[in-house]
């Protein structure tokens, strides 16, 4: 039966205080079917000047098992080290992605605190009503979390990009501000981000780390200027650390807000400043964020489709070739930019440049492949093994090469632009009377393979680079006899 205010006073010799909560000292109290009315919970409250939130580890308000909060936090401090590592992985792998294509920005990772986590569940347990541990589980979704925060916000489109290819997306990205949850009196529209819920690939992890693949993990982006706003206001506004803000406290909370949205725009024109000082036909690209900037700007105007979700890709090991041959201006750089116009694919921007300079001149190769230094060796055995491998990569490069030059040979002589200076794509190929749509496929299955040598992708094994090659002498020979050029 439920108890007046007057009743509930009562029973004060059965209740002591203890961690912020009321709990019955004489359990038997509760079990025989009394509760406390709304009145009586606020006349105790009133009584001890603290929360009188459990009543034999039950809510007296919503009758949520507080001990489900225990055991939550018990688990999850068993399970701090396994999300704090999940995190790291993802940073780790996310950051040196964005490195290499050319994106500034800050990246940095964390396993969410154990006592904000605690302060958390308890702030949240009356509205979500939870009934079991997996409940609060399912309802923080940043236990591991990892932190972008970028020097241009107009690179945030590149760095979904590289988010959609490097993790499995578990739900749609959440997109801040939230027009519908904005507090009244409020000048500027607040936080602004992008937050994806992800989860590491498994395929792209080494056998110890896969079970870090099942971990979910929030990974936010948004400016630097926005994530330093976010940190004050979310410490000092939504956790409270110093109570309630005054209404001048919220002003000026809100003051800073626009501050930093002028500061954004500020930084959206110093980067299209920058491009266009990087734009300068006789200027040499100082670094390779200087090229992924041209490049961005570049191709918006050149190419009529956009760049895939691949992205840029490695524009360092784009920079470091271009160097390599003498290469490094906008100007040098504009024929093989022009060359994909038409003849784009959807793999990384970077990738399909560096095709073009090798297309058109073979020897470039080596210097490509001494460029990259080990990779394709990084993960053999001995010596023997290694050397092996390099023998057969060279011996199906030489022959891809002249596979190569035997389709350009045709593609020119059936009206191609001699300017071009990539490999004809599949969507060209299947112009030219002289090459069957059986031959076009397995030109593009080696073109695949070719791929992963070259840029070291997942390079396959020796036998299967065995294979390959001999394909490759096959299917040469088949085109010269079929009614291609010698």
Not at 250 to 275: C, F, P, T, Y
Not at 357 to 382: C, M, V
Not at 387 to 406: Q, Y
Not at 412 to 424: E, K, Q, S
Request: glycine residues 6%; proline residues 3%; aromatic residues 6%.
């Amino acid at each position: 039966m439920a108890l007046t205010s007057s009743d509930a006073m009562g029973f004060w010799p059965y209740l002591r205080p203890g961690s912020g909560a009321l709990v019955l000292r004489r359990p038997h109290v509760a079990s025989a079917g009394f509760t406390l009315s709304r009145a009586a919970i606020r006349d105790l409250r009133h009584a001890v000047l603290i929360d009188p939130r459990v009543c034999c580890g039950h809510d007296l308000l919503s009758g949520v098992d507080v001990g489900l909060i225990e055991d939550f936090i018990a688990r999850y401090t068993k399970e701090f080290d396994f999300y704090n590592q999940a995190a790291r992985l993802a940073s780790q792998m996310l950051e040196a992605d964005l490195r290499a294509s050319g994106v500034r920005s800050i990246v940095t990772y964390r396993a969410k605190d154990i006592s904000h986590l605690e302060e958390k569940c308890r702030g949240r347990r009356d509205e979500k009503q939870y009934q079991s541990v997996d409940d609060i589980y399912d309802d923080i979704v940043d236990l591991a979390g990892v932190r972008v925060a970028l020097y241009f916000p107009g690179e945030q489109e590149q760095v979904e990009k590289a988010i959609l290819r490097l993790f499995s997306q578990l739900e749609k990205k959440r997109v801040f501000p939230n027009r519908k949850k904005q507090r009244p009196n409020k000048q500027f529209s607040g936080y602004s981000a992008a937050h994806y819920r992800v989860q590491l690939r498994e395929q792209r992890m080494s056998e110890p780390d896969k079970r870090y693949s099942k971990a979910r993990i929030e990974i936010q982006v948004a400016s630097v200027l926005m994530h330093a706003w976010s940190e004050v206001e979310h410490d000092l506004d939504y956790k409270q650390l110093g109570g309630d803000l005054s209404e001048q406290e919220q002003s000026i909370l809100d003051q800073l807000n626009g501050l930093v949205i002028a500061g954004e725009i500020s930084l959206r024109m110093l980067q299209e400043a920058g491009e266009s000082r990087v734009a300068s036909d006789e200027r040499k690209f100082l670094n390779h964020y200087e090229l992924a900037a041209h490049l961005l700007g570049r191709v918006n105007h050149l190419i009529d489709e956009p760049i895939g979700e691949a992205g840029l890709g490695r524009v360092d090991d784009l920079f470091a070739m271009l160097v390599k041959t003498g290469k490094q201006t906008p100007q040098s750089l504009s024929p093989y930019l022009d060359s994909l116009h038409g003849n784009l694919e959807m793999r990384p921007l970077a990738e399909q440049v560096i095709d073009a300079l090798l297309s058109e001149d073979a020897s470039r190769y080596d210097a490509y492949n001494s460029l990259r230094g080990e990779a394709y060796g990084r993960n053999s055995g001995d010596n023997r093994e290694k050397e092996v491998r390099h023998r057969e990569i060279g011996h199906f490069l030489s022959n891809w090469v002249d596979l190569e030059k035997l389709l350009r040979g045709i593609y020119l002589a059936n009206g191609g632009d001699p300017d071009d200076r990539v490999m004809p794509t599949s969507r060209l190929l299947r112009n030219l009377a002289s090459i069957d749509d059986a031959t076009i496929r397995e030109i593009d299955l080696l073109r695949q393979v070719r791929n992963r040598v070259a840029h070291g992708h997942n390079v396959p094994s020796v036998d299967v680079l065995m294979d390959c090659t001999e394909k490759l002498k096959m299917l040469t020979e088949k085109i010269k006899n079929s009614g291609g050029i010698d």
